[in-house]
């Protein structure tokens, strides 16, 4: 069973920063991916950034130059730092870890249970 706890999240003003955090735990092999997706009512969810066990980050457009990405694969732990947030940041945002149960097994990805972010203008 794996499991992801997610902290952070919450009311802040526009231009505001928030960090949110995530910790996996469980039993498995192997983390090779995690990441931040967020949600909207009505929208797909569509991924935030991304880094995965090489340290290599990939983030969304609207998230360039605001978010931070961070890892330690060592402890399971990912965050994101959000600065100069704005009104259209509001989302729920889940955590995602992709990862291999057994060594040579496949690739199985698990999602948090979401946090609220909010951005009043």
């Known amino acids: 069973q794996v499991q992801l706890v997610e902290s952070g999240g919450g009311l802040v003003q526009a231009g505001g920063s928030l960090r949110l955090s995530c910790a996996a735990s469980?039993?498995?092999?192997?983390?090779?991916?995690m990441g931040w997706y967020r949600q909207v009512p009505g929208k797909q969810r569509e991924l935030v950034a991304i880094?995965?066990?090489?340290?290599?980050?990939n983030y969304a457009d609207s998230a360039k130059g605001r978010f931070t990405i961070s890892s330690d694969y060592a402890k399971n732990t990912v965050s994101l730092q959000m600065n100069s947030l704005k009104p259209e940041d509001t989302a729920v945002y889940y955590c995602?870890?992709?990862?291999?149960?057994?060594?040579?097994?496949?690739?199985?990805?698990?999602w948090g249970q979401g946090t609220q972010v909010t951005v009043s203008s």
């Open positions: 880094i995965t066990s090489g340290g290599d980050t």
């Open positions: 995602n870890v992709g990862l291999r149960l057994r060594r040579f097994g496949a690739r199985y990805d698990y």
């Open positions: 469980g039993s498995f092999f192997s983390i090779i991916v």
